[in-house]
């Protein structure tokens, strides 16, 4: 989002300002002491970013080597409220250390843009005009905190026969539909009960839970395939056009040829291929979906090349590497940002859409599989499908709001 | 570079690029556990038999026995020829299946994509010349509505509304009625909702690109010229900003919105039954007849590459300043 030089906020600290009595620095003086210990010094979100890696690398080796097969956390319990003493265990599958990772490097990519205050209330402000993305970045918070902690805090929704076919609170439906009625029957109408805010589906599955669930699921599939498309489309487009000449038309070519395929049909052929599992499916939308964001940050890597600011990064004798993490990579993320805000909005569609079709993970309760679970019940019970449904929308208009918005607001310079 | 050594040498990069798509698909197949391996493994198995025989038979059956180059170039040949392989499921050649499944497919993807270009084109010129009024604001939440709502569940939700709840329209698709009297009433009714879900998803694109082009050139200066010369509002729209507009957008066209039909499409036949493509790529992914599901992926593969060519092809005939040095 902003220039790592302008992070720490003491940028002026490397030019001479000790302004002693003695001979007063001249402007240009630069100080290499004080880069010097700059350089040695870690910085805060340096060390942060350091422990919070090692931190992860030791709890996912304890993972994988300790615990193996069984649950990563197991803690016992005393519930509040007299409920019997139960086992809390957590087993954390793969897919949700990737989504750890991902929270992890998302966190620290706005850290720079955290500590700018002034920055920040620019963003804020241009951002702010939109209502309908505030709204949106509001409702996805939402979204995503139900989703991940939330989904924490509630039990996996499990077959419940008894409790088939239950409508939500505030709607009713003939007493005959549902096998037994939770709530009041009135006038031989089966009443919702908050027992069940959204209904139930076939199998007394409670709704509510289930849209818990698919939120976590899709927040997932949205974020770790998007930043393992951002991480592969920016080294690509960097490299390409800072490397020019065989190596970016054979990178460009086969991006070319890798966004003729049809996406979607490409998920498809691969999911059913390979598919099965999230993780699997993760994989490949991460691993193929990047060549439009690849395409943009070589363009934008090919303009900032010729700035001056790099010119003169470079004159005073950074190697082509730093040139590009710090002056390059920081200045195109505007754009990074953007397309990645807009491709989340469609992954989340595509595994919306491979669950529906029943290729997605079948273990997993995702919004795509209920809105196909509850198809052949439309008659009777409408909300099965319609409930997951409009999260569904509802997340991915929010995105493409949002998209918009952050476009206007860090964009101004691509209108569509 | 003249521009026929410019189409001649595009030609050649779609074949170039068909036929890294189709080495892809190869090795991707290749990769693949073969689900049908597997259970013919286990049946043989499972009735005491040799799972290992069974195997070996299995491949010999499939002409999986070869060694990898040859079954190369009998895949690429095969496919060259029209040989797409045989559908265990159905009993019938690939090539016949799709066949018989395309126009159920064309039967409402056409008139979709006809409605949401000409709607799309002016509702985006409307927006352009209209800018920021609340007849543009709503025009772009349409396009908005039409990105986001996933077309599955949209035709779900219409089909709950307008055929059981109003029963305006029958739930079931009834394909002999479709086969049989294509342009009827009947037939008509039917394909109204799968051409409306497409149309909206379609529309979006078509819509936002349209205000987007149009936008510069409504306030070009030649614009303004014509408007000092007293030129009419509606010849300035037909004549200054729709045709400089048609040029850019007829390309997009072709490339973007074949993606969102093709996708599109797939889903919303198996939302309303219809027995075309995408319901018969299902059917061979529920089976398990990997043959079909490649066949039925390679249709539209071809169909973008050929969209590709087609969409360069287009602006370099159409545009005169497109330079086409380094393509």
């Known amino acids: 989002m902003v220039g790592e030089d302008d992070a720490d906020g003491d940028g002026e600290a490397r030019f001479g300002t000790d302004g002693g009595e003695g001979e007063r620095a001249r402007f240009e003086d630069v100080d290499w002491d004080a880069i010097d210990a700059q350089r040695t010094r870690l910085a805060p979100t340096r060390l942060a970013a350091l422990l919070a890696g090692i931190g992860y690398a030791l709890a996912l080796a304890h993972d994988f080597l300790v615990a193996g097969d069984d649950p990563t956390v197991e803690v016992a319990l005393d519930l509040p409220g007299g409920a019997a003493a139960s086992t809390y265990a957590l087993d954390v599958t793969a897919v949700d250390w990737l989504f750890v990772a991902t929270l992890l490097v998302g966190g620290f990519a706005l850290v720079p843009l955290a500590t700018n205050r002034r920055l920040r209330a620019y963003y804020w402000r241009r951002f702010r005009r939109h209502t309908p993305a505030v709204l949106s970045a509001w409702y996805l918070l939402a979204i995503f905190l139900l989703g991940t902690v939330g989904t924490l805090l509630i039990e996996q929704p499990d077959l419940h026969l008894a409790a088939a076919y239950q409508p939500p609170v505030f709607a009713s439906v003939d007493a005959s539909i549902p096998t037994e009625c939770v709530g009041p029957v009135v006038d031989g109408r089966c009443q919702g009960t908050w027992a069940y805010p959204l209904g139930t589906t076939a199998e007394g599955k409670g709704l509510l839970a289930l849209a818990m669930f698919g939120m976590r699921v899709s927040m997932q599939v949205g974020l770790i395939a998007t930043l393992l498309s951002v991480a592969i489309a920016t080294l690509v487009g960097t490299t390409a056009a800072y490397a020019g000449g065989w190596v970016d038309e054979v990178l460009m070519r086969y991006v070319d040829i890798q966004q003729t395929f049809p996406t979607f049909f490409l998920f498809l052929f691969l999911a059913y291929l390979y598919g099965g599992s999230l993780f699997v499916l993760i994989v490949i939308f991460g691993v193929t979906g990047w060549g439009g964001i690849a395409r943009i940050v070589r363009s934008e890597a090919l303009q900032r090349r010729e700035e001056l600011f790099v010119e003169a990064a470079r004159a005073s004798g950074a190697s082509t590497l730093s040139v590009v993490r710090r002056h390059v990579v920081p200045n195109v993320s505007n754009s990074i940002v953007t397309a990645a805000t807009l491709h989340i909005p469609f992954l989340i569609l595509s595994e919306a859409a491979l669950s529906f079709i029943g290729l997605g993970d079948v273990t997993l309760p995702s919004w795509g599989q209920t809105i196909a679970a509850g198809r052949g019940d439309l008659a009777t019970a409408w909300w099965i499908s319609t409930v997951p449904g409009l999260f569904l929308f509802a997340t991915i208009l929010a995105f493409n709001f949002l998209g918009d918005a952050l476009r206007d607001a860090l964009d101004p310079r691509q209108e569509v | ?327």
């Open chain 2, 1 to 327: 570079m003249g521009l026929k050594r410019y189409i001649v040498r595009r030609i050649a990069w779609a074949g170039v690029v068909a036929a890294v798509m189709l080495t892809v698909t190869f090795v991707l197949l290749d990769l693949a556990p073969d689900a049908q391996l597997a259970r013919v493994q286990f049946q043989a198995a499972a009735s005491g038999g040799n799972a290992e025989a069974a195997a070996e038979a299995y491949a010999q059956r499939r002409g999986l026995d070869g060694p990898l180059w040859e079954r190369y170039l009998d895949y690429l040949g095969n496919l060259a020829t029209g040989d797409w392989g045989w559908s265990d499921t159905r009993s019938q050649p690939v090539s016949e299946a799709i066949l018989t499944a395309l126009p159920y497919s064309l039967m409402y993807t056409v008139p979709a994509v006809l409605a949401s270009t000409l709607l799309g084109i002016a509702i985006g010129l409307y927006s352009a010349f209209n800018q920021y009024t609340k007849t543009d604001y709503a025009a772009t939440f349409v396009a908005f509505f039409g990105i986001s709502i996933p077309n599955f569940w949209f035709g779900i939700v219409l089909l709950l509304v307008f055929a059981v709840h109003l029963g305006w329209v029958p739930v079931l698709f009834d394909a002999e009625l479709a086969r049989t009297h294509p342009f009827s009433l009947a037939n008509a009714r039917q394909l109204a909702l799968p051409v409306f879900v497409l149309g909206t998803s379609a529309i979006a694109g078509t819509m936002r690109y349209t205000r987007a082009e149009a936008l510069e050139y409504v306030r070009a200066t030649f614009v303004k010229t014509a408007r000092a010369k007293g030129v009419s509002e509606r010849r300035i729209l037909t004549r200054h900003v729709l045709r400089p507009t048609l040029v850019p957008l007829s390309t997009i066209l072709v490339g973007d919105l074949l993606g969102v039909i093709l996708s599109a499409s797939y889903l919303v036949e198996i939302v309303f039954g219809i027995p075309g493509l995408g319901r018969l790529s299902l059917d061979a992914i529920q089976r398990q007849d990997t043959a079909l599901v490649l066949g039925t992926t390679l249709v539209p593969v071809f169909v973008a590459v050929i969209g590709n060519l087609l969409q360069d092809v287009g602006y370099a005939l159409l545009d005169p300043r497109i330079d086409y040095g380094d393509r």
